[in-house]
């Protein structure tokens, strides 16, 4: 029986990647016998709302090409739906698709794994009332993504790079505490990072080893150290390998409070506001291709 889906594409999304690869994907999808509308988000709410409506027109699946901003707006409605959910790689970061295995630079592929029609449920945290599909992030990292947001060149990944640079300036370690389901851990950090997932900033793996459909949140606490080995310390965070480091602390849990003075955290890349912010966990929320 065809399938009727929903395709849901933010052409901004990757700078313009999402309205490049959209028309390469619903080709793919209507050649392997696919009904598929064709929704085209022109700002940010449109996401959720198109969604919503996506859910109540009875489709049987929707399919997002974006990055993680509009796999964060999307997940607000598609999470705890029961709305099987694809995802086409199309931002700059895309660190849910890494983590949930969907190939990145290849859209045909990934749209094929809707085609194959196997789903799995995947965990998703939540913070302030809204759920979160990567990482919520506190202290230098946040400090890095606040200061991407303002910043309007250069464009791109290489934005980070910059801001990080610009941060390690000025940054001090702050001081924590960190409660994890009832053990409070009081420490000065650099970096205190929560999530269901293992990557933030394109595959930097702050939480490496986290497991998407375990039912737990991983945490992870950089320790002070000193600006240079915190700059050494990135190149190993893209292969995972900065774990061994005993100033970094892993933990696992169901329920986080990071309370920390004057830090605002980020989530899936988007401001969530300031701490103190108490994160949980809703296994298996999100189910998708
Ligand atoms: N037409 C639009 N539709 C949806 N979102 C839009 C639109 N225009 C701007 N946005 C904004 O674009 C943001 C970024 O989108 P997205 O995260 O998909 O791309 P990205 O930033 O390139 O990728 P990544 O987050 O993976 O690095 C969204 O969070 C949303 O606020």
Redesign the pocket.
């Known amino acids: 029986m065809a399938r009727h889906l929903a395709l849901v594409v933010?052409?901004?999304?990757?700078?313009g990647?999402?309205a490049r690869v959209a028309p390469v994907v619903l080709a793919r999808l209507e050649a392997a016998g696919l009904t598929v509308s064709e929704f085209?988000?022109?700002?940010?709410?449109?996401?959720g709302r198109i969604s919503a409506e996506v859910i109540a027109s009875g489709a049987d699946a929707v399919v997002l090409v974006?990055?993680?901003?509009?796999?964060?707006?999307a997940a607000q409605v598609l999470g705890g739906s029961g709305m099987p959910t694809g995802i086409i790689?199309?931002?700059?970061?895309?660190?849910?698709?890494r983590a949930i295995g969907v190939p990145l630079k290849n859209p045909e592929a990934a749209a094929d794994r809707v085609i194959a029609g196997n789903t799995r449920a995947v965990d998703l945290a939540t913070a302030k009332g809204e759920l979160i599909t990567t990482i919520m992030c506190s202290g230098f990292d946040s400090k890095v993504n606040e200061r991407v947001n303002r910043m309007s060149w250069p464009k791109g990944?290489s934005r980070y790079t910059v801001a990080t640079i610009a941060e390690l300036r000025t940054f001090a370690p702050i001081p924590f505490k960190v409660t994890v389901d009832g053990e409070l851990i009081e420490t000065d950090a650099m970096i205190v990072a929560v999530g269901s997932t293992s990557s933030y900033g394109?595959g930097l793996q702050i939480l490496a080893g986290a497991v998407v459909d375990d039912g737990l949140l991983d945490i992870t606490i950089i320790e002070p150290i000193s600006r240079i080995k915190l700059l050494q310390m990135f190149p190993k965070l893209a292969k995972g390998t900065h774990v061994p480091h005993p100033l970094v602390r892993q933990l696992r849990g169901t329920a986080v409070r990071i309370e920390a003075p004057g830090v605002t955290a980020y989530a899936?890349?988007?401001r969530l506001g300031p701490l103190p912010i108490d994160v949980g966990i809703k296994p298996g929320a999100l189910l998708i291709y």
């Open positions: 933010n052409p901004t999304s990757g700078r990647l999402g085209v988000t022109t700002c940010a709410e449109d996401v974006g990055g993680d901003g509009t796999i964060h707006l790689p199309a931002g700059t970061g895309n660190d849910f698709a990944q394109g899936d890349g988007e």
